[in-house]
């Protein structure tokens, strides 16, 4: 079999990343509508059929579910509102956990396992940081407790067997841009400035999500020997 033999429908992998990596230009034009937030949600959304066509069992059916679920949240923000929006992702992020403990990095070095306790504390002291000079104290509640979820998910993505270098950082790019959210949103950071990071952080890091995840899974059942684990 083939080094692409486990990749099913890559048209819409590539599909994906051009929702994805386009929908800047809404973003940096401050586009709104409704076409425009189906756009919005066009690149994790794609990114989730794609998984949902190479999944095989449950875990595959799980990082499908992920991702739709970000990709509701995409909509739900512009769409509806704050609340929903980040009542969808953090749905996500639950499903995300309980896929990334069913897949638990067999050896974690000790370093490894430090950077995964100390992130959430450290995620949640930037998140009062950030947002500790809002007007409102709804904000600053619901970004400390939403970081926390968020950075749960990175922790346990870092130590899961799937690959650090896109997995991992994956995660670890999608908490940074939450962080960067809430920093805009908090005045620390001008929204002129969050503007240029938040939605390629976000994306880049749901597309590295999605690729070390499915093709971890999909190759599972293949010959070990033409894929060995990934750093």
């Given at each position: 079999m083939s080094e692409q033999g486990?990749?099913?429908?890559?048209?819409?992998?590539?599909?994906?990343?051009?929702?994805?990596?386009?929908?800047?230009?809404?973003?940096?034009?401050?586009?709104?509508?409704?076409?425009?937030?189906a756009w919005k949600a066009s690149g994790v959304g794609l990114l989730a059929v794609w998984a949902a066509m190479n999944a095989r069992n449950t875990d595959g059916k799980l990082i499908a579910a992920v991702l739709a679920l970000g990709a509701l949240g995409d909509w739900l923000l512009d769409a509806v509102g704050m609340l929903a929006g980040a009542a969808a992702f953090a749905t996500g992020h639950l499903i995300a956990i309980i896929l990334y403990l069913r897949n638990r990095r067999s050896s974690v070095t000790p370093?490894?396992?430090l950077l995964a306790w100390m992130l959430v504390p450290l995620a949640l002291?930037?998140?009062?940081?950030?947002?500790?000079?809002?007007?409102?104290?709804?904000?600053?509640?619901?970004a400390i407790?939403?970081?926390g979820g968020v950075a749960i998910m990175a922790a346990t993505a870092w130590t899961s067997r799937f690959p650090r270098y896109r997995t991992g950082i994956g995660a670890?790019?999608?908490?940074?841009?939450?962080?960067?959210?809430?920093?805009?949103?908090?005045?620390a950071l001008s929204k002129?400035?969050?503007?240029?990071?938040?939605?390629?952080?976000?994306?880049?890091?749901?597309?590295l999500i999605a690729w070390?995840?499915?093709?971890?899974?999909?190759?599972?059942?293949?010959?070990?020997?033409?894929?060995?684990?990934?750093?």
């Open positions: 486990w990749d099913r429908a890559r048209w819409l992998w590539l599909a994906a990343l051009v929702g994805g990596i386009s929908y800047f230009a809404a973003v940096y034009m401050r586009l709104d509508g409704p076409a425009i937030w370093s490894q396992k002291l930037i998140a009062w940081g950030l947002t500790c000079g809002a007007e409102e104290a709804a904000l600053m509640a619901a407790a939403y970081t670890m790019m999608f908490l940074a841009s939450d962080l960067f959210i809430f920093a805009g949103e908090g005045g002129d400035v969050t503007l240029w990071l938040v939605w390629p952080l976000y994306f880049g890091g749901q597309a070390g995840v499915v093709s971890t899974l999909a190759k599972d059942k293949l010959p070990q020997h033409l894929y060995p684990l990934s750093p």
